[in-house]
């Protein structure tokens, strides 16, 4: 007699040689994330001339700070320990290492070949080194907490029990809330101040200055 087939819930499933969507949504954003750091405030584009690769060079630059330097190298580590853990259990050990290292110092290169036209940024060597320094840190860091963090992590196991396999990405922008309050802004409808928003609006379309909020709720500053 054949013994029935039971179907398994996906979370019940185990965990082992399977990947992480969670890690790879995480690192999809922190990769924005970084974008945006490296290119804000994104306005004044311009082809200054000079060549793209100037900075590759073995000049120390004239001003920089430790702080500067410990920022770089912190930023990127944990975007090393994505990198691994994203493409952890088909790439592991050594290779995740280097695999990360290299994709470090390639968003890292980028990230300094389009600040040649940024007017307001400046491509670095040190950028490079101690960004690329800070992924290679990481990608050390996740290759050796791979198996913990995604094998045998009791988070992992609550994870998989109280939600379903598709909240990944849910649950990594609930993770990233906390960042977006290091610059928070009061956007279109974000926190109902519209009028300062249309006022500005206005007040460059008829370059005249425009305050709806002292028309229409006076006594109130618009901010």
Known sequence: MNTPVVPVD??????????????????????????????????????????LLTFLNLVRPRYWTG??????????IPFGVLLVLSVYPRV????????????????????????????????????????????????????WWARSLLDQSRLFQLRRRWFA????????????????????????FGHGQVLPLISNWLSKWFDTEIDLVAMLRPGVTMT
């Open 165 to 188: 396999s598709y909240a990944s990405q849910g649950l990594v922008l609930v993770a990233l809330w906390p960042l977006a309050q290091l610059y928070p802004q009061s956007y279109l």
């Open 92 to 143: 592991r050990g050594l290779w995740a290492v280097l695999l990360a290292s290299l994709a470090g110092i390639l968003v890292s290169g980028a990230m300094e070949v389009v600040q040649n036209f940024l007017p307001s940024r400046v491509p670095s060597n040190l950028d490079l080194v101690t960004n690329a320094g800070g992924c290679m840190v990481g990608a050390v860091l996740g290759a």
């Open 10 to 51: 996906l979370r019940e499933r185990p965990r082992e040689g399977r990947g992480s969507p969670i890690a790879r949504a995480a690192l999809l954003a922190y990769l924005l994330l970084i974008i945006y750091a490296s290119w804000y405030p994104f306005t004044g584009w311009r082809n200054s001339g000079v060549p």
């Open 67 to 76: 702080f500067d330097v410990s920022v770089n190298v912190i930023g990127y």
